[in-house]
């Protein structure tokens, strides 16, 4: 016996698809409220991208301009002008490149869609020859017909074989006139026939032609679209050839100003090692003083000297991370090419950041062209070990020479003066008479 299910109670089957379908709905919002922070932590990983990619470009443009103390700033800027518009004219002959192959790529999309344009139209052109062509053998085919349909309704056609029999003088007639008779006939049945094809070949032509005409139109909205985006990319290669002519301008500009800034590079580097000759004398002396007093214990490794300083004996120069332009060590002069110690660690900051006493101690003002507005500190015995700190390129000193300071004091203002390109501090630590790398301190 049939059973029959009342709506109360549905078919296991029914229940369990609507369970999937409740599943599938839940697992679709679910999709869309993941989807969401998808998109937002995808634009933030961007926005991430795009500010890690400034952060760079600035820390190399720092780099540079800190690995160009020792000449002028005039000397320096002429250098990180021609390198800027060397990188300049790299990323634009890049984007010419690129431009000029979407170019190429455009003009073939564009003769393609015009070459599947000139084929469609030619085939209309052909179609629309044919049906002129075949128009008169239609015209006279409906013709035809027609006066046999008008001779038929006459009765001019009802002509019975009696007709021919009883109008016949002999055999000979008769039969000639039969066989006219079955000529006339199948005259007829031909042109019917005729007239039956070439309606359907005329029905046949004019789908086709409608067709080909509806291609047409999209052909030539295809063909259109590609001409302009061809124009487009040709705008795109034009601005772009003429962005490389005015930056291969400007990097000859550049580059003429560099060799003209040159002409003094050999006094300026003349007068560069005398000041740091001069400054080293200061600081040999301040040093000698340090290690004659009483508590000096002294130490044969500057490295090994300064991590006997203790955590957070020297200070920082400024407030805030460090982040390293120049680092200490041996580096290769952009301009001279020569080898020479770096002796100190050039850290980023904006022009009037403050620096600051990174020990206690008795402020000797450093000013020469090299250094620019420069301090020594004298930080005397500290934990046994001789400690004098210098400062350069800075904008203002807030101490008047000879003057004592306590660490974390205010000493001046961070600036480019000097043989200094851009804003930097320049800070140096001489532990026992050697230089030492400030980032090795405990605390940095």
């Given at each position: 016996?049939?059973?029959?299910?009342?709506?109360?109670h549905?078919?296991?089957?029914?229940?369990?698809?609507?369970?999937?379908a409740?599943?599938?709905?839940v697992?679709?919002?679910?999709?869309?409220?993941?989807?969401?922070?998808?998109?937002?932590?995808?634009?933030?990983?961007?926005?991430?991208?795009a500010?890690d990619?400034?952060?760079?470009?600035?820390?190399?443009?720092?780099?540079?301009?800190?690995?160009l103390e020792?000449v002028?700033?005039?000397?320096?800027?002429?250098?990180i002008?021609?390198?800027?518009?060397?990188?300049?004219?790299a990323?634009a002959?890049?984007?010419?490149?690129?431009?000029?192959?979407?170019l190429?790529?455009?003009?073939?999309?564009?003769?393609t869609?015009?070459?599947?344009?000139a084929?469609?139209?030619?085939?209309?052109?052909?179609?629309?020859?044919?049906?002129?062509?075949?128009?008169?053998?239609?015209?006279e085919n409906?013709?035809?017909?027609?006066?046999?349909?008008?001779?038929?309704?006459?009765?001019?056609?009802?002509?019975?074989?009696?007709?021919?029999?009883?109008s016949?003088d002999?055999?000979?007639q008769?039969?000639?006139r039969?066989?006219?008779?079955?000529i006339a006939?199948?005259?007829q049945?031909?042109?019917?026939?005729a007239?039956?094809?070439?309606?359907?070949?005329?029905?046949?032509?004019e789908?086709?032609?409608?067709?080909?005409?509806?291609r047409?139109?999209?052909?030539?909205?295809?063909?259109d679209?590609a001409?302009?985006?061809?124009q487009?990319?040709?705008d795109?290669?034009?601005?772009?050839?003429?962005?490389?002519a005015?930056?291969?301008?400007e990097?000859?500009?550049?580059?003429?100003?560099?060799?003209?800034?040159?002409?003094g590079?050999?006094?300026?580097?003349?007068?560069?090692?005398?000041?740091?000759?001069?400054?080293?004398?200061?600081i040999?002396?301040?040093?000698?003083?340090?290690?004659?007093?009483?508590?000096?214990?002294?130490?044969s490794?500057?490295?090994s000297?300064s991590?006997?300083?203790?955590?957070?004996?020297?200070?920082?120069p400024?407030?805030?991370?460090?982040?390293?332009?120049s680092?200490?060590?041996?580096?290769i002069?952009?301009?001279?090419?020569?080898?020479?110690?770096?002796?100190?660690?050039?850290?980023?900051a904006s022009?009037?950041?403050p620096?600051?006493?990174?020990?206690?101690?008795?402020?000797?003002?450093n000013?020469?062209?090299?250094?620019?507005?420069?301090?020594f500190?004298?930080?005397?015995?500290?934990?046994?070990?001789?400690?004098?700190l210098?400062?350069?390129?800075?904008?203002?000193?807030?101490?008047?020479?000879g003057?004592t300071?306590t660490?974390?004091?205010?000493?001046?203002?961070?600036?480019?003066?000097?043989?200094?390109?851009?804003?930097?501090?320049?800070?140096?630590?001489?532990?026992?008479?050697?230089?030492i790398d400030?980032?090795t301190?405990p605390?940095?």
């Amino acid at each position: 016996m049939l059973s029959v299910r009342s709506p109360l109670h549905p078919r296991p089957g029914s229940r369990r698809l609507r369970r999937r379908a409740r599943r599938a709905l839940v697992g679709a919002a679910t999709l869309v409220l993941v989807a969401a922070p998808l998109c937002a932590g995808a634009q933030a990983d961007e926005r991430q991208d795009a500010v890690d990619d400034q952060a760079a470009a600035q820390r190399k443009q720092a780099e540079l301009a800190a690995s160009l103390e020792g000449v002028s700033a005039e000397l320096g800027q002429a250098y990180i002008e021609l390198q800027n518009a060397e990188a300049s004219l790299a990323t634009a002959q890049s984007e010419l490149d690129d431009a000029e192959t979407v170019l190429a790529q455009k003009d073939r999309e564009q003769q393609t869609a015009a070459n599947r344009l000139a084929v469609a139209e030619s085939e209309l052109a052909a179609l629309q020859e044919e049906s002129e062509q075949t128009q008169t053998t239609v015209e006279e085919n409906t013709s035809s017909v027609a006066d046999l349909v008008v001779a038929t309704y006459q009765g001019d056609s009802a002509v019975t074989s009696w007709t021919y029999v009883l109008s016949s003088d002999s055999v000979e007639q008769l039969t000639d006139r039969a066989s006219t008779m079955e000529i006339a006939t199948g005259v007829q049945e031909s042109v019917l026939s005729a007239a039956e094809e070439e309606r359907a070949q005329a029905a046949n032509r004019e789908a086709r032609q409608d067709a080909t005409t509806e291609r047409v139109g999209t052909l030539k909205a295809e063909a259109d679209a590609a001409k302009e985006a061809a124009q487009t990319a040709r705008d795109a290669a034009q601005t772009k050839r003429d962005e490389v002519a005015t930056l291969k301008s400007e990097k000859e500009t550049a580059a003429a100003n560099l060799e003209k800034q040159k002409s003094g590079l050999e006094a300026q580097q003349a007068q560069a090692a005398a000041d740091e000759e001069a400054a080293a004398a200061k600081i040999a002396e301040l040093d000698a003083a340090n290690q004659a007093a009483a508590g000096y214990t002294g130490s044969s490794s500057g490295a090994s000297a300064s991590s006997s300083l203790g955590s957070g004996a020297i200070g920082h120069p400024i407030a805030g991370p460090l982040i390293v332009a120049s680092p200490f060590g041996y580096r290769i002069h952009p301009i001279t090419g020569q080898s020479r110690l770096h002796a100190g660690v050039d850290l980023v900051a904006s022009s009037g950041t403050p620096q600051y006493a990174g020990v206690a101690g008795t402020v000797t003002h450093n000013i020469n062209s090299s250094c620019g507005n420069g301090v020594f500190i004298n930080g005397g015995v500290i934990n046994g070990q001789s400690v004098v700190l210098a400062y350069c390129h800075l904008s203002a000193i807030s101490v008047p020479n000879g003057a004592t300071v306590t660490r974390g004091q205010t000493i001046g203002l961070t600036g480019m003066t000097g043989g200094a390109t851009g804003p930097h501090v320049h800070f140096e630590v001489i532990i026992n008479g050697t230089e030492i790398d400030p980032m090795t301190l405990p605390g940095f």
